[in-house]
């Protein structure tokens, strides 16, 4: 699997998560799984499931279909509470 193909795929849905305050990342591959990274309003929101699941992971599967799962960076999931 190749991050740049990826990142190219994750590049026709950034426009509607951004428009949000949002965005998403690949954080990384490991083998052909990719692990994404949410950020700004992303980030701790009631959403981030159905952007996920209904949107992102979606996307990624059926774009590539040689990856085998697609997962969120478990750090990104939640806002750091100070």
């Given at each position: 699997?190749?991050?740049?193909?990826?990142?190219?795929?994750?590049?026709?849905?950034?426009?509607?998560?951004?428009?949000?305050?949002?965005?998403?990342?690949?954080?990384?591959?490991?083998?052909?799984?990719?692990?994404?990274r949410f950020h700004g309003a992303c980030v701790g929101c009631m959403a981030i499931d159905d952007t996920f699941y209904g949107?992102?992971?979606?996307?990624?599967?059926?774009?590539?279909?040689?990856?085998?799962?697609?997962?969120?960076?478990?750090?990104?999931?939640?806002?750091?509470?100070?």
């Amino acid at each position: 699997m190749n991050e740049k193909k990826v990142e190219k795929v994750l590049d026709k849905i950034r426009p509607y998560i951004q428009r949000d305050g949002g965005d998403v990342s690949l954080d990384h591959l490991d083998g052909n799984i990719a692990y994404v990274r949410f950020h700004g309003a992303c980030v701790g929101c009631m959403a981030i499931d159905d952007t996920f699941y209904g949107g992102i992971r979606d996307l990624l599967l059926e774009e590539l279909p040689e990856l085998e799962d697609v997962r969120i960076e478990e750090s990104s999931y939640m806002r750091t509470q100070y």
